[in-house]
């Protein structure tokens, strides 16, 4: 069965990137052509909804105020330089 082009491995990528909301459309109305029993595919499936979540998580932040930008900016780099930190003392 050939899928159409909006399922395709790229197009699919890119919707859920760029346009988040219309990827998730895309992914929640077709969920029956992803086949569950196939792994392969139900991972590729989990894997386009965690890259939709992620940007859709900063286009919303687009449309908050300036100061919660900064906010979830300093608290994400905070988050990674002290992992970064810890796995240094770790050592």
Known sequence: MKKPWYLKTGWV????????????????????KFDNKDKKQF???IFYLA???????FWVLKFTPLIVQK?????LLAIFVGRKLKRMFKK
């Open 43 to 45: 991972e590729q499936k």
């Open 51 to 57: 890259i939709a979540t992620i940007a859709m998580a």
């Open 71 to 75: 906010v979830v900016i300093c608290g």
């Open 13 to 32: 990528f890119v919707f859920c990137t760029l346009i988040p909301p219309i990827g998730y459309l895309i992914i929640l109305t077709n969920l029956k």
